[in-house]
Protein backbone atom coordinates (compact mmCIF):
# COMPACT_ATOMS: atom_id res chain seq x y z
CA UNK A 1 0.00 0.00 0.00
CA UNK A 2 1.44 3.36 -1.13
CA UNK A 3 2.23 5.45 2.27
CA UNK A 4 2.09 9.18 1.50
CA UNK A 5 4.74 11.64 2.91
CA UNK A 6 3.78 14.41 5.22
CA UNK A 7 4.25 16.69 2.42
CA UNK A 8 2.68 15.14 0.00
CA UNK A 9 -0.30 13.84 2.15
CA UNK A 10 -0.96 17.99 2.65
CA UNK A 11 -0.49 19.64 -0.45
CA UNK A 12 -1.66 16.59 -3.53
CA UNK A 13 -4.68 17.88 -2.73
CA UNK A 14 -4.13 21.01 -5.01
CA UNK A 15 -2.80 18.89 -7.81
CA UNK A 16 -5.25 18.72 -10.64
CA UNK A 17 -5.33 17.18 -14.06
CA UNK A 18 -5.31 20.37 -15.91
CA UNK A 19 -1.55 21.70 -15.78
CA UNK A 20 -1.39 24.92 -16.00
CA UNK A 21 -4.54 25.44 -13.77
CA UNK A 22 -2.31 24.19 -10.55
CA UNK A 23 -3.47 24.96 -7.90
CA UNK A 24 -0.48 25.77 -5.18
CA UNK A 25 0.25 27.22 -1.77
CA UNK A 26 3.35 27.68 -0.04
CA UNK A 27 3.43 27.90 4.28
CA UNK A 28 5.22 31.17 3.51
CA UNK A 29 2.97 34.12 5.22
CA UNK A 30 4.11 36.74 2.56
CA UNK A 31 3.62 35.62 -0.71
CA UNK A 32 2.80 32.70 -3.16
CA UNK A 33 4.15 31.71 -6.39
CA UNK A 34 2.71 29.96 -9.55
CA UNK A 35 4.28 29.03 -12.80
CA UNK A 36 2.15 29.60 -16.19
CA UNK A 37 3.21 28.49 -19.39
CA UNK A 38 3.03 31.45 -21.84
CA UNK A 39 4.96 30.23 -25.20
CA UNK A 40 7.53 27.37 -26.75
CA UNK A 41 9.37 27.78 -29.52
CA UNK A 42 9.39 24.16 -31.13
CA UNK A 43 12.13 22.94 -33.41
CA UNK A 44 10.44 19.98 -34.53
CA UNK A 45 13.06 17.44 -34.30
CA UNK A 46 12.39 14.45 -31.94
CA UNK A 47 15.00 13.14 -29.47
CA UNK A 48 18.27 14.32 -30.98
CA UNK A 49 19.31 17.04 -28.41
CA UNK A 50 17.62 19.93 -29.99
CA UNK A 51 17.14 21.93 -27.02
CA UNK A 52 19.02 21.15 -23.95
CA UNK A 53 20.79 23.92 -22.24
CA UNK A 54 19.47 27.60 -22.93
CA UNK A 55 20.72 31.14 -21.36
CA UNK A 56 19.09 34.50 -21.52
CA UNK A 57 20.89 37.84 -22.63
CA UNK A 58 19.01 40.54 -20.62
CA UNK A 59 20.41 43.44 -23.32
CA UNK A 60 19.33 42.00 -26.42
CA UNK A 61 16.90 40.18 -24.97
CA UNK A 62 16.88 36.96 -26.45
CA UNK A 63 17.57 32.88 -25.41
CA UNK A 64 20.62 30.84 -26.49
CA UNK A 65 19.26 27.22 -26.72
CA UNK A 66 22.22 24.44 -27.08
CA UNK A 67 21.00 22.14 -30.54
CA UNK A 68 23.78 19.14 -29.29
CA UNK A 69 23.84 17.03 -32.18
CA UNK A 70 23.48 20.15 -34.49
CA UNK A 71 27.08 21.84 -33.29
CA UNK A 72 25.03 24.82 -33.46
CA UNK A 73 23.55 27.11 -31.07
CA UNK A 74 19.82 28.83 -32.18
CA UNK A 75 18.73 31.62 -31.05
CA UNK A 76 15.35 32.81 -30.05
CA UNK A 77 13.82 36.08 -29.78
CA UNK A 78 11.93 36.96 -26.68
CA UNK A 79 10.47 40.03 -27.80
CA UNK A 80 7.06 38.36 -27.35
CA UNK A 81 7.79 35.28 -24.90
CA UNK A 82 4.03 33.99 -25.73
CA UNK A 83 5.57 33.77 -29.54
CA UNK A 84 9.51 33.21 -29.09
CA UNK A 85 10.40 32.92 -33.19
CA UNK A 86 14.07 31.79 -33.96
CA UNK A 87 16.35 34.79 -35.50
CA UNK A 88 19.12 32.65 -35.97
CA UNK A 89 21.84 29.78 -35.31
CA UNK A 90 25.70 29.95 -34.66
CA UNK A 91 27.19 27.42 -36.50
CA UNK A 92 30.11 26.47 -33.38
CA UNK A 93 31.23 23.35 -35.06
CA UNK A 94 31.47 25.43 -38.27
CA UNK A 95 33.76 27.72 -36.88
CA UNK A 96 35.69 25.66 -35.31
CA UNK A 97 36.82 24.14 -38.47
CA UNK A 98 37.23 27.90 -39.93
CA UNK A 99 39.39 29.63 -37.45
CA UNK A 100 41.20 26.55 -35.73
CA UNK A 101 40.96 23.83 -38.73
CA UNK A 102 39.42 21.04 -36.50
CA UNK A 103 36.83 19.00 -36.44
CA UNK A 104 34.19 20.07 -33.15
CA UNK A 105 32.05 17.88 -32.45
CA UNK A 106 28.43 18.30 -30.04
CA UNK A 107 27.66 21.67 -28.68
CA UNK A 108 27.15 20.82 -24.73
CA UNK A 109 26.71 24.04 -22.70
CA UNK A 110 25.94 27.95 -23.20
CA UNK A 111 26.09 30.54 -21.11
CA UNK A 112 25.75 34.54 -21.53
CA UNK A 113 26.72 37.64 -19.66
CA UNK A 114 27.30 41.25 -20.59
CA UNK A 115 26.95 40.92 -24.05
CA UNK A 116 29.03 38.04 -24.06
CA UNK A 117 28.65 34.57 -24.75
CA UNK A 118 30.68 31.11 -24.01
CA UNK A 119 30.12 27.82 -25.72
CA UNK A 120 31.37 24.40 -24.60
CA UNK A 121 31.98 22.34 -27.36
CA UNK A 122 33.60 18.67 -27.83
CA UNK A 123 35.71 17.25 -29.94
CA UNK A 124 34.35 15.00 -32.99
CA UNK A 125 35.83 12.27 -31.15
CA UNK A 126 35.10 12.72 -27.68
CA UNK A 127 38.29 11.35 -25.52
CA UNK A 128 39.54 14.60 -27.67
CA UNK A 129 40.56 17.97 -26.68
CA UNK A 130 37.09 20.09 -26.88
CA UNK A 131 37.12 24.11 -26.46
CA UNK A 132 35.30 26.70 -25.34
CA UNK A 133 33.93 29.58 -27.81
CA UNK A 134 33.40 32.90 -27.11
CA UNK A 135 30.81 35.39 -29.04
CA UNK A 136 29.77 39.13 -29.26
CA UNK A 137 25.91 38.65 -28.77
CA UNK A 138 25.36 42.16 -30.30
CA UNK A 139 26.82 41.18 -34.09
CA UNK A 140 27.21 37.14 -33.11
CA UNK A 141 30.74 37.67 -33.84
CA UNK A 142 33.02 35.04 -33.72
CA UNK A 143 35.67 36.21 -30.84
CA UNK A 144 38.05 32.99 -30.19
CA UNK A 145 38.11 29.39 -29.05
CA UNK A 146 41.05 27.78 -26.66
CA UNK A 147 40.87 24.09 -25.94
CA UNK A 148 40.59 23.28 -22.54
CA UNK A 149 39.84 19.43 -22.52
CA UNK A 150 38.27 16.25 -23.29
CA UNK A 151 34.51 16.64 -23.34
CA UNK A 152 33.66 20.33 -21.99
CA UNK A 153 30.33 19.39 -20.53
CA UNK A 154 29.37 22.61 -18.68
CA UNK A 155 30.16 26.10 -18.67
CA UNK A 156 29.16 29.39 -16.64
CA UNK A 157 30.04 33.00 -15.49
CA UNK A 158 31.01 34.20 -12.19
CA UNK A 159 28.12 36.47 -11.41
CA UNK A 160 30.46 39.59 -12.12
CA UNK A 161 31.17 37.90 -15.68
CA UNK A 162 35.10 38.08 -14.51
CA UNK A 163 35.37 34.58 -14.66
CA UNK A 164 33.98 31.67 -16.81
CA UNK A 165 34.28 28.11 -15.47
CA UNK A 166 34.09 24.80 -17.48
CA UNK A 167 33.60 21.13 -15.88
CA UNK A 168 35.64 18.96 -18.38
CA UNK A 169 33.45 15.81 -17.98
CA UNK A 170 36.13 13.70 -19.74
CA UNK A 171 34.25 10.50 -20.29
CA UNK A 172 36.40 7.50 -21.53
CA UNK A 173 35.83 5.62 -24.61
CA UNK A 174 32.52 3.77 -25.35
CA UNK A 175 32.62 0.21 -24.62
CA UNK A 176 36.31 -0.51 -23.70
CA UNK A 177 37.62 2.08 -21.60
CA UNK A 178 40.42 1.97 -24.21
CA UNK A 179 41.49 5.59 -23.66
CA UNK A 180 39.88 7.47 -20.40
CA UNK A 181 40.98 11.04 -20.02
CA UNK A 182 41.80 12.92 -16.80
CA UNK A 183 38.74 15.05 -15.72
CA UNK A 184 39.33 18.73 -15.25
CA UNK A 185 38.37 22.27 -14.41
CA UNK A 186 38.98 24.97 -16.59
CA UNK A 187 39.18 29.25 -15.60
CA UNK A 188 39.02 32.08 -17.75
CA UNK A 189 39.89 35.09 -16.33
CA UNK A 190 38.01 37.33 -18.74
CA UNK A 191 38.79 41.02 -19.42
CA UNK A 192 35.66 41.74 -22.05
CA UNK A 193 34.72 45.56 -22.22
CA UNK A 194 31.69 45.11 -24.81
CA UNK A 195 33.43 44.48 -27.54
CA UNK A 196 36.99 43.09 -27.24
CA UNK A 197 37.67 39.95 -25.54
CA UNK A 198 41.09 39.32 -23.49
CA UNK A 199 41.24 35.74 -21.69
CA UNK A 200 43.23 34.09 -19.84
CA UNK A 201 43.38 30.11 -18.96
CA UNK A 202 43.75 28.27 -16.16
CA UNK A 203 43.27 24.26 -16.12
CA UNK A 204 42.69 22.29 -13.14
CA UNK A 205 43.57 18.41 -12.98
CA UNK A 206 43.04 16.07 -9.87
CA UNK A 207 46.25 14.27 -10.55
CA UNK A 208 47.46 15.69 -6.43
CA UNK A 209 44.57 13.20 -5.37
CA UNK A 210 45.96 10.09 -7.29
CA UNK A 211 47.74 7.21 -5.32
CA UNK A 212 51.06 8.12 -3.95
CA UNK A 213 50.30 12.01 -4.86
CA UNK A 214 50.38 14.76 -2.46
CA UNK A 215 46.51 15.01 -1.44
CA UNK A 216 45.49 11.35 -1.36
CA UNK A 217 45.29 11.25 1.89
CA UNK A 218 42.32 13.89 1.63
CA UNK A 219 40.06 11.56 -0.21
CA UNK A 220 36.93 10.90 1.49
CA UNK A 221 36.34 7.19 2.67
CA UNK A 222 32.83 7.20 0.41
CA UNK A 223 34.04 8.33 -2.68
CA UNK A 224 33.01 5.96 -5.05
CA UNK A 225 35.61 4.81 -7.14
CA UNK A 226 34.96 2.38 -10.19
CA UNK A 227 36.79 3.64 -13.09
CA UNK A 228 38.24 1.00 -15.02
CA UNK A 229 41.83 0.66 -14.42
CA UNK A 230 41.73 4.14 -13.49
CA UNK A 231 43.36 6.96 -11.53
CA UNK A 232 42.01 9.43 -9.30
CA UNK A 233 42.53 12.04 -11.85
CA UNK A 234 40.89 9.68 -14.92
CA UNK A 235 37.62 8.57 -12.45
CA UNK A 236 36.62 12.10 -11.60
CA UNK A 237 34.64 13.42 -14.24
CA UNK A 238 33.06 17.00 -13.56
CA UNK A 239 29.33 17.12 -14.40
CA UNK A 240 28.43 20.49 -13.77
CA UNK A 241 29.38 23.46 -12.03
CA UNK A 242 27.55 26.33 -9.91
CA UNK A 243 29.20 29.85 -8.37
CA UNK A 244 28.48 30.65 -5.07
CA UNK A 245 26.82 34.32 -5.18
CA UNK A 246 30.28 35.89 -3.92
CA UNK A 247 31.91 34.65 -7.23
CA UNK A 248 34.83 33.24 -4.86
CA UNK A 249 33.67 29.31 -5.23
CA UNK A 250 32.50 26.93 -7.50
CA UNK A 251 31.10 23.46 -6.69
CA UNK A 252 31.69 20.48 -9.20
CA UNK A 253 29.46 17.85 -9.44
CA UNK A 254 30.98 14.70 -9.85
CA UNK A 255 27.71 12.65 -10.88
CA UNK A 256 29.49 8.92 -10.91
CA UNK A 257 31.79 9.50 -8.05
CA UNK A 258 28.63 10.58 -5.72
CA UNK A 259 31.08 13.96 -5.04
CA UNK A 260 31.42 17.58 -5.17
CA UNK A 261 34.70 19.36 -5.61
CA UNK A 262 34.79 23.07 -4.38
CA UNK A 263 37.10 25.16 -6.37
CA UNK A 264 38.75 28.40 -4.93
CA UNK A 265 38.19 30.71 -7.89
CA UNK A 266 40.23 33.61 -6.03
CA UNK A 267 43.39 30.83 -5.67
CA UNK A 268 42.74 29.06 -8.83
CA UNK A 269 42.90 25.90 -6.46
CA UNK A 270 41.06 22.91 -5.99
CA UNK A 271 39.88 23.21 -2.14
CA UNK A 272 38.53 20.14 -1.19
CA UNK A 273 36.16 16.94 -2.49
CA UNK A 274 33.19 16.00 -0.73
CA UNK A 275 31.59 12.66 -0.59
CA UNK A 276 28.06 12.73 -0.65
CA UNK A 277 27.41 9.95 1.48
CA UNK A 278 24.03 7.65 1.20
CA UNK A 279 20.52 7.80 1.19
CA UNK A 280 19.28 5.22 2.97
CA UNK A 281 15.97 3.56 1.64
CA UNK A 282 15.03 1.48 4.32
CA UNK A 283 13.42 4.64 6.53
CA UNK A 284 10.05 5.91 6.30
CA UNK A 285 10.11 8.91 4.26
CA UNK A 286 13.09 7.24 1.22
CA UNK A 287 10.64 5.06 -0.15
CA UNK A 288 10.36 4.40 -3.85
CA UNK A 289 8.99 1.88 -6.41
CA UNK A 290 11.48 -0.41 -7.61
CA UNK A 291 9.11 -2.62 -9.54
CA UNK A 292 8.23 -2.02 -13.03
CA UNK A 293 6.00 -4.73 -13.73
CA UNK A 294 3.59 -5.05 -11.71
CA UNK A 295 1.18 -2.12 -13.00
CA UNK A 296 0.55 0.16 -9.99
CA UNK A 297 2.26 2.57 -7.61
CA UNK A 298 3.86 0.70 -4.85
CA UNK A 299 6.30 3.22 -2.63
CA UNK A 300 8.10 1.47 0.15
CA UNK A 301 10.67 0.92 1.87
CA UNK A 302 13.57 -1.03 0.39
CA UNK A 303 17.32 -2.35 1.79
CA UNK A 304 18.88 0.39 -0.49
CA UNK A 305 21.54 2.76 -0.17
CA UNK A 306 20.80 5.81 -2.86
CA UNK A 307 23.59 7.02 -4.68
CA UNK A 308 22.69 10.81 -5.21
CA UNK A 309 24.45 11.85 -7.96
CA UNK A 310 23.55 14.68 -9.27
CA UNK A 311 23.21 16.34 -12.52
CA UNK A 312 22.26 19.74 -12.24
CA UNK A 313 23.25 21.75 -8.97
CA UNK A 314 22.78 25.32 -7.95
CA UNK A 315 23.89 27.67 -5.71
CA UNK A 316 22.14 30.46 -3.11
CA UNK A 317 22.99 32.33 -0.39
CA UNK A 318 20.37 32.61 2.44
CA UNK A 319 21.01 33.98 6.11
CA UNK A 320 24.74 34.78 4.85
CA UNK A 321 25.41 30.91 4.57
CA UNK A 322 26.00 29.08 1.29
CA UNK A 323 23.72 26.33 -0.23
CA UNK A 324 24.31 23.54 -2.65
CA UNK A 325 20.73 22.41 -4.09
CA UNK A 326 21.03 19.30 -6.19
CA UNK A 327 18.96 17.01 -9.07
CA UNK A 328 19.85 13.37 -8.11
CA UNK A 329 19.30 11.90 -11.30
CA UNK A 330 21.91 8.98 -10.57
CA UNK A 331 24.21 7.65 -13.71
CA UNK A 332 26.03 4.54 -14.17
CA UNK A 333 29.25 3.41 -16.65
CA UNK A 334 27.61 0.55 -18.33
CA UNK A 335 27.97 1.85 -21.55
CA UNK A 336 31.71 2.29 -21.79
CA UNK A 337 32.42 -1.20 -20.26
CA UNK A 338 30.41 -3.51 -22.32
CA UNK A 339 32.81 -5.07 -24.89
CA UNK A 340 35.72 -5.90 -21.53
CA UNK A 341 35.88 -9.56 -21.09
CA UNK A 342 35.15 -11.48 -18.32
CA UNK A 343 38.39 -11.31 -16.58
CA UNK A 344 39.26 -7.92 -17.69
CA UNK A 345 35.18 -7.06 -16.51
CA UNK A 346 35.35 -8.73 -12.73
CA UNK A 347 39.26 -7.07 -12.18
CA UNK A 348 37.32 -3.83 -12.17
CA UNK A 349 34.48 -4.82 -9.69
CA UNK A 350 31.78 -5.30 -12.65
CA UNK A 351 29.47 -8.01 -13.41
CA UNK A 352 29.73 -10.11 -16.83
CA UNK A 353 26.05 -11.23 -18.26
CA UNK A 354 25.96 -14.39 -19.40
CA UNK A 355 22.05 -13.64 -21.08
CA UNK A 356 23.56 -10.42 -22.88
CA UNK A 357 27.32 -11.60 -22.88
CA UNK A 358 28.90 -8.14 -21.90
CA UNK A 359 30.06 -6.35 -19.16
CA UNK A 360 28.04 -4.29 -16.85
CA UNK A 361 27.91 -2.63 -13.68
CA UNK A 362 24.17 -2.03 -13.05
CA UNK A 363 22.38 -5.24 -12.29
CA UNK A 364 19.12 -6.95 -10.90
CA UNK A 365 18.42 -9.15 -7.49
CA UNK A 366 16.18 -10.84 -10.73
CA UNK A 367 19.38 -11.44 -12.50
CA UNK A 368 22.37 -11.89 -9.39
CA UNK A 369 20.14 -15.13 -8.27
CA UNK A 370 20.29 -16.22 -11.52
CA UNK A 371 23.09 -18.24 -11.88
CA UNK A 372 22.82 -18.09 -15.75
CA UNK A 373 23.11 -14.69 -15.76
CA UNK A 374 25.48 -14.09 -13.04
CA UNK A 375 28.34 -16.34 -12.50
CA UNK A 376 31.33 -15.03 -11.73
CA UNK A 377 34.85 -16.52 -11.84
CA UNK A 378 36.72 -14.05 -9.25
CA UNK A 379 35.22 -15.10 -6.07
CA UNK A 380 36.48 -11.56 -4.58
CA UNK A 381 34.08 -9.72 -7.83
CA UNK A 382 30.99 -12.05 -6.15
CA UNK A 383 28.27 -10.10 -4.11
CA UNK A 384 27.19 -12.55 -1.39
CA UNK A 385 23.29 -12.90 -1.60
CA UNK A 386 22.46 -15.10 1.23
CA UNK A 387 20.57 -12.49 3.09
CA UNK A 388 18.27 -11.89 -0.66
CA UNK A 389 17.90 -15.57 -1.16
CA UNK A 390 14.93 -17.45 -0.19
CA UNK A 391 14.98 -17.68 3.78
CA UNK A 392 17.09 -14.88 3.77
CA UNK A 393 15.96 -11.53 6.08
CA UNK A 394 15.77 -10.14 2.93
CA UNK A 395 13.71 -12.13 0.67
CA UNK A 396 11.13 -9.89 -0.07
CA UNK A 397 13.12 -6.82 -1.43
CA UNK A 398 11.82 -6.06 -4.67
CA UNK A 399 13.67 -7.84 -7.38
CA UNK A 400 13.49 -5.52 -10.62
CA UNK A 401 15.32 -2.26 -9.07
CA UNK A 402 18.86 -2.34 -10.84
CA UNK A 403 21.71 -1.44 -8.60
CA UNK A 404 25.34 -0.93 -8.78
CA UNK A 405 27.73 -4.01 -8.51
CA UNK A 406 30.61 -2.36 -8.16
CA UNK A 407 29.45 0.18 -5.31
CA UNK A 408 27.73 -2.47 -3.46
CA UNK A 409 30.58 -4.52 -3.22
CA UNK A 410 32.53 -1.52 -1.74
CA UNK A 411 29.79 -0.31 0.36
CA UNK A 412 27.12 -2.98 0.45
CA UNK A 413 28.02 -4.89 3.81
CA UNK A 414 27.22 -3.14 6.80
CA UNK A 415 28.52 -4.54 9.42
CA UNK A 416 31.16 -6.48 7.55
CA UNK A 417 30.33 -9.74 7.66
CA UNK A 418 31.24 -10.32 4.32
CA UNK A 419 27.13 -10.48 3.20
CA UNK A 420 25.42 -7.64 1.45
CA UNK A 421 22.78 -5.45 3.56
CA UNK A 422 21.59 -2.79 1.74
CA UNK A 423 22.17 -2.46 -2.15
CA UNK A 424 23.20 0.69 -3.79
CA UNK A 425 21.14 2.03 -6.26
CA UNK A 426 21.26 4.79 -8.72
CA UNK A 427 20.49 8.47 -7.68
CA UNK A 428 18.21 9.86 -5.07
CA UNK A 429 15.19 10.07 -6.64
CA UNK A 430 15.16 13.58 -4.79
CA UNK A 431 16.61 17.07 -4.80
CA UNK A 432 18.68 18.07 -1.99
CA UNK A 433 20.45 21.11 0.10
CA UNK A 434 23.30 20.95 1.65
CA UNK A 435 25.37 23.49 3.85
CA UNK A 436 28.66 24.17 2.55
CA UNK A 437 30.24 25.48 4.88
CA UNK A 438 29.05 22.51 7.44
CA UNK A 439 29.35 20.14 4.18
CA UNK A 440 26.52 18.31 5.33
CA UNK A 441 22.62 18.06 3.86
CA UNK A 442 20.11 19.91 5.56
CA UNK A 443 17.08 19.00 3.47
CA UNK A 444 16.41 16.07 0.88
CA UNK A 445 12.93 15.49 -0.88
CA UNK A 446 12.89 12.31 0.40
CA UNK A 447 9.89 10.26 -1.72
CA UNK A 448 8.14 13.19 -2.59
CA UNK A 449 8.35 13.04 -6.15
CA UNK A 450 7.28 9.95 -6.52
CA UNK A 451 4.58 10.17 -3.61
CA UNK A 452 3.02 13.28 -5.77
CA UNK A 453 3.64 11.81 -9.50
CA UNK A 454 1.91 8.49 -8.63
CA UNK A 455 -1.03 10.57 -6.67
CA UNK A 456 -1.45 12.73 -10.12
CA UNK A 457 -0.61 9.74 -13.01
CA UNK A 458 -1.41 6.33 -10.86
CA UNK A 459 -0.18 3.23 -12.40
CA UNK A 460 1.11 5.66 -15.22
CA UNK A 461 3.56 7.19 -13.49
CA UNK A 462 7.52 7.06 -13.87
CA UNK A 463 7.32 6.70 -17.57
CA UNK A 464 9.94 7.20 -19.91
CA UNK A 465 10.39 10.69 -21.99
CA UNK A 466 10.61 8.65 -25.60
CA UNK A 467 7.41 6.41 -24.82
CA UNK A 468 4.49 5.89 -23.62
CA UNK A 469 4.31 3.27 -21.12
CA UNK A 470 3.62 3.17 -17.12
CA UNK A 471 6.35 2.67 -14.90
CA UNK A 472 8.96 2.19 -17.49
CA UNK A 473 11.24 3.72 -15.13
CA UNK A 474 10.24 2.22 -11.67
CA UNK A 475 13.31 -0.16 -11.57
CA UNK A 476 15.76 2.62 -13.06
CA UNK A 477 16.35 5.98 -10.83
CA UNK A 478 12.15 6.77 -11.51
CA UNK A 479 11.23 10.28 -12.30
CA UNK A 480 15.19 11.58 -12.68
CA UNK A 481 15.71 14.36 -11.54
CA UNK A 482 17.63 16.45 -14.00
CA UNK A 483 17.65 19.77 -13.81
CA UNK A 484 17.45 22.68 -11.68
CA UNK A 485 17.98 26.22 -10.68
CA UNK A 486 16.97 28.78 -8.10
CA UNK A 487 15.51 31.78 -7.96
CA UNK A 488 15.22 34.94 -4.98
CA UNK A 489 11.91 36.75 -6.10
CA UNK A 490 10.98 39.65 -3.06
CA UNK A 491 13.73 38.65 -0.62
CA UNK A 492 12.50 34.63 -0.45
CA UNK A 493 13.95 31.51 -1.98
CA UNK A 494 13.40 28.98 -4.38
CA UNK A 495 13.92 25.95 -6.33
CA UNK A 496 12.78 24.75 -9.70
CA UNK A 497 13.42 20.81 -10.39
CA UNK A 498 12.94 18.92 -13.78
CA UNK A 499 12.05 15.59 -14.22
CA UNK A 500 13.73 13.99 -17.07
CA UNK A 501 11.73 11.04 -17.47
CA UNK A 502 7.97 11.82 -16.10
CA UNK A 503 8.47 15.31 -17.15
CA UNK A 504 7.31 18.39 -15.37
CA UNK A 505 8.51 20.82 -12.75
CA UNK A 506 8.62 20.78 -8.86
CA UNK A 507 8.74 24.09 -7.17
CA UNK A 508 9.71 23.98 -3.37
CA UNK A 509 10.16 27.10 -1.17
CA UNK A 510 13.58 26.75 0.41
CA UNK A 511 13.49 29.76 2.36
CA UNK A 512 14.12 27.73 5.37
CA UNK A 513 16.64 25.09 3.41
CA UNK A 514 15.63 22.35 6.63
CA UNK A 515 12.18 22.97 6.17
CA UNK A 516 11.60 23.48 2.26
CA UNK A 517 8.39 23.48 1.19
CA UNK A 518 6.77 21.83 -1.60
CA UNK A 519 4.53 24.16 -3.91
CA UNK A 520 3.52 22.66 -7.48
CA UNK A 521 4.08 20.29 -9.86
CA UNK A 522 3.13 21.29 -13.53
CA UNK A 523 3.64 19.37 -16.67
CA UNK A 524 2.40 19.94 -19.81
CA UNK A 525 3.02 16.51 -21.11
CA UNK A 526 0.27 15.00 -23.10
CA UNK A 527 -0.14 11.44 -21.74
CA UNK A 528 -2.49 10.47 -24.50
CA UNK A 529 -0.15 10.35 -27.14
CA UNK A 530 2.67 7.59 -27.23
CA UNK A 531 6.29 9.73 -28.55
CA UNK A 532 7.10 6.71 -29.82
CA UNK A 533 4.78 6.19 -32.32
CA UNK A 534 4.32 9.89 -33.32
CA UNK A 535 7.23 10.24 -35.15
CA UNK A 536 7.29 11.23 -39.10
CA UNK A 537 11.02 10.32 -40.48
CA UNK A 538 11.26 12.07 -43.95
CA UNK A 539 14.58 9.78 -44.56
CA UNK A 540 17.24 12.58 -44.06
CA UNK A 541 17.87 11.51 -40.74
CA UNK A 542 15.43 13.68 -38.75
CA UNK A 543 13.20 12.24 -36.67
CA UNK A 544 10.22 15.05 -36.52
CA UNK A 545 6.85 15.43 -34.69
CA UNK A 546 3.50 14.55 -36.10
CA UNK A 547 1.06 15.74 -33.14
CA UNK A 548 2.53 17.62 -30.42
CA UNK A 549 3.08 15.76 -27.50
CA UNK A 550 4.08 18.70 -25.15
CA UNK A 551 7.65 19.24 -23.45
CA UNK A 552 9.62 15.88 -22.94
CA UNK A 553 13.17 15.07 -21.38
CA UNK A 554 13.54 18.90 -18.92
CA UNK A 555 17.40 19.21 -19.61
CA UNK A 556 18.09 23.13 -19.04
CA UNK A 557 16.73 25.27 -16.77
CA UNK A 558 17.39 29.60 -16.70
CA UNK A 559 15.93 31.80 -14.50
CA UNK A 560 15.20 35.19 -15.41
CA UNK A 561 14.77 38.54 -12.75
CA UNK A 562 11.36 40.52 -13.65
CA UNK A 563 14.12 43.84 -14.10
CA UNK A 564 15.89 41.66 -16.82
CA UNK A 565 12.75 40.15 -18.25
CA UNK A 566 10.89 41.12 -21.67
CA UNK A 567 7.64 41.14 -19.79
CA UNK A 568 8.96 42.41 -16.61
CA UNK A 569 7.71 39.18 -14.54
CA UNK A 570 10.37 36.55 -13.44
CA UNK A 571 10.72 33.75 -16.02
CA UNK A 572 11.55 30.46 -16.03
CA UNK A 573 13.21 29.53 -19.25
CA UNK A 574 12.64 25.37 -19.95
CA UNK A 575 14.99 23.82 -22.73
CA UNK A 576 13.41 20.01 -23.74
CA UNK A 577 15.89 17.93 -25.18
CA UNK A 578 13.82 14.85 -26.08
CA UNK A 579 10.67 17.23 -27.63
CA UNK A 580 13.35 20.13 -28.79
CA UNK A 581 10.97 22.58 -27.01
CA UNK A 582 11.84 25.47 -25.42
CA UNK A 583 9.16 27.06 -22.93
CA UNK A 584 8.42 29.60 -20.78
CA UNK A 585 7.03 30.30 -17.68
CA UNK A 586 6.24 33.45 -16.12
CA UNK A 587 6.42 33.24 -12.20
CA UNK A 588 3.12 34.60 -10.96
CA UNK A 589 3.90 35.85 -7.50
CA UNK A 590 0.88 36.86 -5.57
CA UNK A 591 0.34 38.74 -1.76
CA UNK A 592 -1.33 36.87 0.95
Not at 545 to 571: C, M, Q, R, T, W
Request: with cysteine; charged share 25%; proline share 3%.
Amino acid sequence: MMKLSPIATLLLSALTVGCSQEKNETTNALQKIQLVEQGRYQSGIFDQSAAEIVTFDKAAKQTFVVNAQSGQVDILSNKNIKQPTLVDSLNVAADIKRYLGASAGNVNSVSAHNGLLAVAIGANVKTDLGWVAFYRISDFKFLEAKVVGALPDMVTFTPNGKQVVVAIEAEPSDKNYAVDPEGEVAIFDINWNGQNLRSQLTRLNFRDFNQGGSRYSELPTQLVRNGFQATIAQDLEPEYIAINDAGDQAYVALQENNAVAVIDLRTKKIDRIMALGFKDHSQVGNEFDGNNKDKKAAIKTEPALGMYQPDSIASIKINNSDYLITANEGDDRSDWISHLNQQACESGNFYYNFEDNKCADDITLKDALDSDVYNPSNHSAKLNLSHFTQGGKLENTVNRVKFSHSASLAFGDQNGDGKLDKMLTFGGRSFSIWDMEKGKMVFDSGSDFEQITAEKYGKHFNQSNTKLKGEDRSDNKGPEPEAITVAKINGLSYAFIGLERMGGIMVYDITEPSHAKFIQYINNRNMKINPADNIDSNGDGIKEYKIDAGDLGPEGFKFVAAKDSPNHKPLLIVGSEVSGTTTYYNIMVYSK
